[in-house]
């Protein structure tokens, strides 16, 4: 069926829990922030914001301001966000080029 993955991101002063969700092809399905843990940022969460990674695959950069949009008062934890992803589809990608995946 395809992959899950969860983990945790930091945010200003604390951090956030975030489900990635790929297909069996590791292209990413949806996206979501499970646990938002700050009194500002938490538009991260919205669902608009989040389908920007749908259809991201391993061989995808993502780039804040580029092609993954800034929230304003949400800045540390969309770049945040944007890191992590970034480093789950390489580490996704040199897995499955180990055929680990």
Known sequence: LGYAYVSKAPSKTDSFDYLILFDKDLVIMNSKVLAYR?????????????KQFNGKTTSDKLIYGDNIAAI????????????????????????HTKNQL
């Not at 500002?40 to 969460?45: A, D, L």
């Not at 008062?73 to 040199?94: D, H, P």
């Open 72 to 95: 304003s008062g949400a800045t540390i934890s969309v770049k945040s966000m944007t890191n992590e992803v970034n480093k789950l589809l390489k580490t996704v990608n040199i897995l």
């Open 38 to 50: 700050e009194d500002y940022g938490g538009e991260i969460g919205s669902k608009r914001w989040l």
